[in-house]
């Protein structure tokens, strides 16, 4: 791994998301949806897609149809679903490049089918049932009706239904067991009619490790195939294997006399004589503008001081006298033993880990290397 010419970047272990994703898959016994969407929770989407392919996926879940054509277009062959909002403009789109969309609503059915109609092809989608998240969703009896009636609907063929779980992260079960049970009466009466479609699906990383009864043909795990926690409540068990760790580099370490202000608005003053390191990371890159953060060098949790700027931030290395331009830091991950994670920083920041590793911006550049 050549890392010389960065100065602060990303490196994921594509070994360890083939792993999780090879795991979950014996767990459950089930196919497996790789959700990757959000630039593969911030570990780059097409070095995931090829990984998540390489480990058995046999799906892979998007949020917007920009991002199921990139994977297309960068010859990502892989059964494809756009499990957001689609545009009905981009339906020539998905047929052509054979991406599967979500459907949840009559009129846009409606106008899918028009669009799938001139570009003379057959859509392939999957409908989204409401049951209790309350976000995208059809309601159950409309559900049923809608495939009552589909036949007026050609262009479109509907081989999938699933529906999405609001707290199966959670230690309280009554929701998910109620989700499930509309989901299921829904399936049991579309079975009675022959009008089930043919792939069901619910179980988000949550639910892939609470709710084995929501397991159906498939699982959609997102997080889990990062070896990220779901929630605090849920942790994953140890068998799971992290996959990024964020790296810098300090770029300067000065001795500041006693009184000097450090970084924007002087808030953080030197008390005596300071040893003061830069790394070149800052909220530009999704580090947070927050107080009371550390970081990792040379094995050792050391404070971030200052305000967090765009690109730099300032460290207090009086405890390490050793420390040296050059050397290596590290914001989220492990160095000799010790270790920040994404859910460390989360709590820091009030937030969750999803988001931390979703803010990772673009520019910083992803390293990969397999385990
Ligand atoms: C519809 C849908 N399925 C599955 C997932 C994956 O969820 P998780 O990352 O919690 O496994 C998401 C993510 O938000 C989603 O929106």
């Known amino acids: 791994m050549n890392t010389q010419a960065y100065s602060t970047w990303l490196e994921v272990d594509l070994g360890a998301i083939k792993h999780n994703i090879k795991l979950i898959k014996k767990m459950t016994g089930t196919k497996l949806m790789a959700v990757i969407k959000a630039n593969g929770y911030g570990h780059g989407v097409m070095a995931v897609a090829k990984a998540a392919e390489e480990a058995g996926a046999d799906w892979l879940g998007v949020a917007r149809m920009e991002e199921a054509l990139n994977l297309r277009n960068a010859g990502i062959a892989t ?21 599967h969309v979500a459907i949840y609503d009559i009129e846009m059915a409606q106008a899918y089918a028009a669009s799938a109609r001139n570009s003379a092809g057959v859509l392939k989608a999957h409908l989204k049932v409401e049951t209790g998240m309350g976000r995208l969703g059809m309601d159950p009896e409309l559900a049923l009706n809608f495939l009552s009636n589909r036949k007026n609907l050609t262009n479109i063929e509907i081989d999938g239904i699933f529906t999405h779980f609001a707290r199966a992260d959670e230690p309280v079960i009554d929701k998910t067991r109620e989700q499930l049970c509309i989901f299921n009466h829904l399936l049991g009466e579309l079975r009675s009619l022959g009008l089930c479609p043919e792939m069901i699906h619910a179980a988000n990383s949550a639910a892939v490790i609470n709710f084995p009864e929501a397991y159906f043909d498939m699982v959609r795990p997102g997080i889990a195939i990062f070896g990220l926690d779901p929630s605090p409540d849920t942790p994953l068990s140890s068998s799971f294997r992290k996959a990024l760790t964020w790296k810098a580099r300090l770029t300067s370490v000065r001795t500041l006399p006693p009184g000097h202000g450090v970084s924007y608005g002087s808030v953080y003053v030197t008390s005596k004589e300071e040893r003061i390191g830069v790394i070149p990371v800052g909220y530009g890159d999704g580090y947070r503008r927050v107080d009371g953060q550390q970081v990792l060098v040379d094995g050792s949790y050391v404070d971030v001081v200052g305000r967090v700027c765009m690109d730099q931030c300032m460290l207090q290395l009086d405890d390490l006298p050793n420390a040296r331009p050059g050397d290596e830091v590290v914001l989220l991950g492990e160095q000799a033993g010790q270790a920040i994670t994404a859910g460390d920083l989360a709590e820091r920041w009030g937030t969750l880990n999803y988001e931390v590793v979703c803010g990772l911006a673009d520019r910083l550049p992803r390293v990969y290397f397999e385990s």
């Open 79 to 99: 059964e494809i679903m756009v499990l957001g909002y689609t545009p009905a403009v981009l339906i020539p789109e998905a047929v052509q490049h054979q991406i």
